[in-house]
């Protein structure tokens, strides 16, 4: 029998996953990642660590597998939560849950596994990994779960050939609907337990009051862009050359604080992202207000009314030669090549038709379409139908 160590969070979907792993007759050890001890940000009736890991440990009785808790709070300060107070004092947007599966459960987590004596990791994700033979070498491909709703390969889009290898969803091919129906089945005591939202393996944290607690609130403006700023006038750059267009386009609209007026004042434009929508707390506009923009050096924040505002809007994006990820090395673009793709720059956003242009300095996503609150720190993943083969951080 291979032995598989499974993170068993406490949730539905990992705990059916040890059950199907189980049923086809792997050798299965639970393992719970405690991954946070502040209690203090935490929204504590949506997600407490306490309660996943009782859970967890109930959920293991019940198939009769080996169960343990291991502690990884110091691991996960250090690779992710650093990390997302370094962009956010940046200005930039970090999805902690990317870096969570590259940095903590297919690393640090997989190579306790492998301590263990596993012969592979496997996850409660909605994705499949499917193994295929190009030229006769052996590659694994990222595939998006069946479930459409709740597929979560964008999540895995850092993940490499080696890390692929060794890992196991075995609910890609299931539907969610068909998850809870096992559950129910089989008597799991979370059968019914809602989806866990926020922090991977930490819980629905309170954002501004994790991130007030290093970035100090620092009063300022609040500047109000009009839809027919004649600022968005002469932006076409058809004429120019591919790689000046993409450029132009990428980079998009520098505001200064001529180009609006003044509506109000916010307490750090760190706490702010593109394309947010609650806690600007100015009224009076027949729309909601957007974040087009944050001037971190300045902590200013530009704003415009309603979801159409031409300030949301962006053709292109750059990922930073550094930044380019590869899932199927053997499919990577070089310098000067192009490539259709299927694009999304978040979770849950429906595939987009791109290009994908590869230069020097990097990788530009260049849309069919117009694609509203393109957010640097961001992850872009590209696909090539429904198999995920790259991504990046957006520039």
């Known amino acids: ?7 068993l969070s406490g949730g539905v979907d990992s705990s059916v996953s040890a059950y199907l792993l189980k049923k086809k007759g792997y050798d299965v050890v639970g393992l719970f990642m405690k991954n946070w001890h502040d209690e203090s940000v935490t929204i504590s009736d949506e997600c407490p660590w306490l309660d996943d890991s009782n859970d967890a440990m109930i959920v293991a009785q019940n198939l009769d597998i080996p169960f343990q808790t291991v502690d990884l709070s110091k691991e996960y300060n250090d690779r992710i939560i650093k990390y997302m107070f370094s962009e956010y004092k940046k200005g930039r947007t970090p999805n902690p849950d990317i870096l969570c599966n590259r940095e903590i459960k297919f690393d640090i987590f997989m190579k306790i596994a492998f301590e263990l004596g596993a012969d592979y990791v496997a996850t409660g994700h909605y994705s499949k990994i499917v193994k295929g033979k190009v030229n006769g070498k052996t590659v694994y491909k990222l595939i998006s779960g069946i479930d459409k709703s709740k597929d979560q390969s964008y999540f895995l889009c850092q993940l490499n050939q080696n890390q692929l290898s060794k890992i196991i969803f075995p609910i890609g091919d299931l539907y969610k609907t068909e998850v809870r129906k096992i559950a129910n089945e089989i008597g799991l005591v979370n059968a019914s337990k809602k989806d866990s939202q926020g922090l991977c393996f930490v819980g629905k944290v309170k954002l501004p009051d994790f991130l007030k607690r290093r970035l100090k609130p620092k009063s300022g403006s609040i500047i109000q862009i009009d839809s027919l700023s004649k600022i968005y006038d002469g932006n076409d750059y058809s004429t120019l050359d591919v790689r000046n267009m993409l450029k132009k386009t990428s980079k998009g609209i520098k505001y200064k604080i001529v180009d609006g007026k003044k509506i109000g004042n916010h307490n750090g434009a760190f706490y702010f992202t593109i394309g947010q929508r609650k806690g600007l707390n100015v009224g009076g506009t027949t729309d909601p207000l957007f974040v087009l923009q944050t001037d971190i050096k300045e902590n200013i924040i530009y704003v415009g009314m309603g979801n159409k505002h031409p300030g949301l809007f962006k053709k292109a994006l750059l990922i ?7 899932v199927r090395e053997d499919l990577k673009i070089l310098d000067n090549e192009s490539t259709r793709v ?23 996503i260049l849309f069919d379409k117009s694609q509203s609150s393109i957010s640097k720190g961001q992850f872009a993943a590209w696909y090539k139908d429904d198999e995920l083969i790259g991504s990046g951080v957006i520039s």
Do not use: S
Request: overall charge positive.
């Open 342 to 364: 299927m694009a999304r720059i978040r979770y849950r956003q429906p595939l987009q038709k791109a290009t994908l242009f590869k230069f020097k300095e990097g990788i530009y």
């Open 320 to 326: 930073n030669a550094k930044d380019e990820h590869w």
């Open 1 to 7: 029998m291979k032995k598989v160590v499974i993170a």
